[in-house]
């Protein structure tokens, strides 16, 4: 009891820190990251060996952050809710027995139609998790033998969607050996001077990553939203606080707002870009040297856009503090507590080079995208960069090969029944009644496919319910085949920041507390006409030299 009433008196000795004086220091200090940070994070990074033995004083890891959280509350209840299995049922059953079938459609694709649309319905709806869903919807095409159980299950062994599966085993290799997190400190310290450039050096640097780390909700979640968090509260920028719009809210949008520049750059840097090739591939719009193609087409107004954001926002959204002096020499004591790049990081470099390497000549010399995808994995398992525990934890990895593979079967069944060509025919009949050009067709086709993305609550469901729909629509109104299929691609990367339901990068970003619900949806619409203006005007002239149209 003695040491008891000692240790009270002692700390009640200790002077108590004041707001005022907190908010009069200028200087760019430490503060550990809140727990509820965790709860936002797409997979659980790993430090690398030498940041275990050196924890870094700034831009502090994920990992420490759900170290420090609490067990989360195991779920009560169960099963499906029962509003939206209800609602999901009922579109289906709509279309099915109440919708008059054309009589160009055969009962067997007007049935595969209404489970599509009940698929669908759920995935935006949410009566259970995204996967779960999607299996119902199978069953239901195998169990009513609407089709054969080798066709359901056929797109399983589809390529792009293993070399989707792989890349996320690859953003985990990134976080793991913290070779991302290095990269994005190297450029706080070259850039950060300011907070202009500091939002420069974090979007260079995620540009730099994203073909080798092809999930964008990966690398916000893994690498840069916590290098946010931490030179937010750095700075006194505090989540849920008026002090947020100091530097993180500023920060957050603009990384949020960029990001989608980085996916549309590099047909590797994102998972629904090889989902969209793939579609396209399914109705017969095929692009030669994949990698290259989406590049040279993609670079001049993603580039533009990339270099433009940060600035914009800076005029829309500015932030409170505008220089960050102290922000370099802060990461250059953090590289220097990391210490040297260590093994595992260099093995990350080396496969990751290989990996783009391949994925750049592959069509040259024969090796075919997931392969070299294969051969990059394989190298990380064999040095023991990854390890086969890593690949079963990485649970999102595994349900997106559950659903993708169902949504892309699906719809290369109902383009194979006829579904898709009749509906882009009668799309197609309307536009012409409006006596519309193809230049006017393609940008009603594009604004609609764009703005209709309030509507879902993920890229990759969107593109997996309307992609082959509305490149078909493009195609049936005389749109040049390549240009319909890449611009949709690019859309479907540029609406990811619309709203903080958009995208799993947008829920991380919004779920760090700095931005209200009204400035997301406010700075989503203005940055996606931004957006849609510099894409227009430059790409229009961009494609028409390349020879797109």
């Known amino acids: 009891m003695e040491r008891l009433r000692l240790a009270v008196s002692h700390r009640a000795a200790l002077p108590l820190p004041t707001p005022h004086n907190h908010l009069r220091r200028r200087r760019l200090q430490l503060h550990p990251f809140p727990s509820s940070l965790s709860l936002s994070l797409p ?71 209404s489970i599509f649309l009940t698929t669908i319905s759920g995935l935006v709806l949410g009566p259970l998790p995204v ?3 999607a299996f119902l919807g199978l069953t239901a095409t ?14 399983f062994t589809n390529e792009v969607i293993w070399l989707i599966v792989i890349s996320f085993f690859f953003a985990r290799g990134f976080v793991k050996t913290g070779l991302g997190d290095r990269v994005a400190t190297y450029f706080v310290k070259w ?47 505090k989540p849920n606080d008026p002090s947020a719009r100091k530097l993180g809210s500023y920060l957050v949008q603009s990384q949020l ?12 840097a994102a998972a629904q870009n090889l989902l969209c090739l793939k579609l396209a591939e399914e109705i017969g719009v095929k692009i030669a040297n994949p990698w290259i193609s989406w590049f040279k087409v993609a670079s001049l107004p993603a580039i533009i856009s990339l270099l433009a954001t940060p600035y914009l926002l800076y005029k829309i959204f500015p932030p409170e ?35 783009v390497s391949l994925w750049i000549f592959g069509d040259t010399i024969g090796v075919s995208s997931v392969v070299a995808a294969m051969i990059g994995l394989s190298i990380l398992l064999l040095l023991g960069v990854l390890n086969w525990e890593d690949c079963l934890n990485e649970k999102s990895a595994w349900d997106t090969l559950a659903w993708f593979a169902i949504l892309v079967g699906m719809a290369g069944q109902l383009t194979n029944l006829g579904i898709v060509s009749w509906m882009s025919n009668c799309v197609a009949k309307v536009l012409q009644s409006f006596s519309l050009s193809w230049p006017a067709a393609f940008g009603v086709l594009q604004a609609s496919y764009f703005f209709i993305h309030y509507l879902f609550a993920s890229q990759t469901a969107h593109v997996g319910a309307l992609y082959s729909a509305f490149l078909a629509m493009h195609l049936a109104a005389g749109v040049p085949a390549i240009l319909s299929a890449l611009a949709l691609t690019y859309n479907s990367n540029l609406f990811g920041a619309l709203t903080h339901y958009s995208s799993g990068q947008s829920a991380v970003y919004y779920g760090a507390g700095y931005v209200d619900l009204p400035d997301v949806f406010k700075l989503g619409f203005t940055t996606a006409a931004i957006n849609a203006v510099i894409w227009g005007v430059v790409g229009t002239f961009w494609w028409k030299f390349l020879g797109l149209y």
Request: net charge positive.
């Open 43 to 113: 997979i659980s990074p790993q430090l690398s060996p030498a940041a275990r033995r050196h924890p870094p004083p700034l831009l502090a890891s994920a990992s420490a952050a759900q170290a420090a959280s609490p067990a989360p509350t195991p779920a009560t209840g169960g099963g499906a809710k029962p509003v939206p299995l209800l609602v999901s049922l009922a579109v289906g059953l709509a279309v099915r027995f109440l919708a008059p079938r054309p009589a160009e459609v055969t009962p067997q694709a007007w049935q595969l139609l």
């Open 131 to 133: 996967g779960a869903w």
């Open 142 to 155: 195998v169990a009513t033998r609407t089709l054969p159980f080798t066709a359901a299950f056929g797109a």
């Open 191 to 237: 850039l950060g001077r300011s907070t202009l450039g500091l939002s420069y050096g974090l979007t260079i640097s995620e540009a730099c990553i994203a073909p080798a780390m092809p999930s964008t909700t990966a690398r916000a979640g893994g690498v840069f939203l916590p290098i946010v968090k931490s030179l937010s509260l750095s700075a006194g920028s």
């Open 257 to 268: 707002q960029a990001s989608g520049n980085s996916s549309a750059l590099f047909l590797t």
């Open 321 to 355: 503090i505008k220089d960050t002096p102290e922000a370099p020499a802060i990461a250059a004591q953090k590289l220097e507590n990391m210490g040297p790049v260590t093994r595992n990081e260099w093995v990350m470099v080396a496969t990751m080079i290989l990996a």
